[in-house]
Structures are given as structure tokens and as C-alpha cells.
């Protein structure tokens, strides 16, 4: 049996659609708004789900402002969740989920991971080389996802767009939401 056999199904006729607001953080030294494809793609995938995309930004690969971005972020009720992509490399300039984790107060190690086990079976033994990452944080949702439309393309088919769909049975990330903060 492989993953996609083993998935649960949507739930859709017992509860209705609940949009999330989902912030797009592009980490890179050369990417622009004109060619920010992963950006693109994690934006038309968002809004063809019935999400609002609350808020945009393109970051250097620079630790200190990808923690600034974040915890604005993290700081605008505004903001449910944030999607990051870039810079979960192994090179020296791929600090991504180094700042993320320097946010985080809670990680969630299993979304790196089966992020990397659903890539295996794209990509071969290449999926090592991804830090996919994803933690909470002030009650807002953090992703980092490596850099390429393709891999988002992945995390959001494959993850993201069950985990951030109300209706998603047994469990999701958004029926988690009103209970984040709790202590």
C-alpha cells in the first residue's frame, strides 16, 4: 500500500469550508515579485483552496530578517499561518529553518518528515537534502518549504491543503486553532 492509498477522505457534507489567512514568505537573495514562482504557485494553490492570501514578502537569506518577518507575522492576528520557501538547504547562505526554529515554541517534526518521505518517492535519495521544517508560534501556523514550485507544489497537494481544510477528517491543523494558546 503506498501514502496516497492510505489517506483519509474529506469529510465535506459534516462540517463546511473555514478559509484560513495564509502569509507567503519568499527567502531568497535573487528571487523578485516578477519571478517568484514558488511564491506564485503557493498563492494560486492557496486561493484555488478558498484560503485568503493575508500577506506577501520576499526576504534575503539572512537569519535576522527572516526572524523580523516572522515574528510580525506571528504578532498580526491577522495572519493563521505562514508558508515559507527557500533556503532549506544544506549551503551556508540556507539559514531558513534555523530562524524558524529560533521562533518556534512548539516544533512539528512530522510535517519535515513526511514531507521528505512523500519527495522520496519524486526525487530518490535527493529529498535528504531538504530541512523542511514547521513549528507554532504565538498561535500562527510556520512551514518552510524548500525553494522550488515543484516542492511546494508537493507540500501543499500532499500536506498542507488537508491539514489546513476544516472538513479533513480524522484530524487538522485548523480545528487545532482556537486551542494554540492555550496553557
Known amino acids: ?28 537573495d535573487t528571487r523578485t515579485a516578477a519571478d517568484d514562482k514558488s511564491g506564485d504557485t503557493l498563492a494560486h ?14 526576504v534575503k537569506d539572512d537569519q535576522a530578517a527572516i526572524v523580523a518577518q516572522l515574528k510580525a507575522w ?7 499561518v505562514v508558508l515559507a ?15 524558524f526554529a529560533s521562533v518556534y515554541e512548539k516544533e512539528i517534526p512530522g510535517f519535515g518528515e513526511l514531507f521528505r518521505m512523500l519527495s522520496y518517492e519524486k526525487i530518490g535519495t535527493s529529498t535528504i537534502q ?17 525553494g522550488s514550485p515543484s516542492a511546494c507544489r508537493d507540500a501543499w497537494d500532499d500536506i498542507l491543503v488537508h491539514q ?3 472538513r479533513f477528517k480524522p484530524c487538522n491543523f485548523v480545528e487545532l486553532m482556537p486551542r494554540l494558546m492555550e496553557k
Open 164 to 166: 489546513l481544510d476544516y
Open 85 to 99: 520557501t527557500g533556503g532549506t538547504g544544506v549551503t551556508g547562505r540556507d539559514v531558513t529553518p534555523e530562524a
Open 74 to 80: 506571528i504578532a498580526d492576528k491577522n495572519i493563521d
Open 130 to 146: 531538504s530541512r523542511a521544517t514547521a513549528g507554532v508560534a504565538g498561535g500562527t501556523y510556520l512551514f518552510a518549504l524548500p
Open 1 to 28: 500500500m503506498n501514502a496516497s492509498e492510505n489517506k483519509p477522505a474529506p469529510a465535506a457534507a459534516e462540517r463546511a469550508f473555514l478559509p484560513v489567512n495564509i502569509a507567503i514568505l519568499t527567502v531568497s
Open 45 to 58: 494553490r492557496l486561493d484555488g483552496a478558498g484560503h485568503v492570501l493575508a500577506a506577501r514578502a520576499i
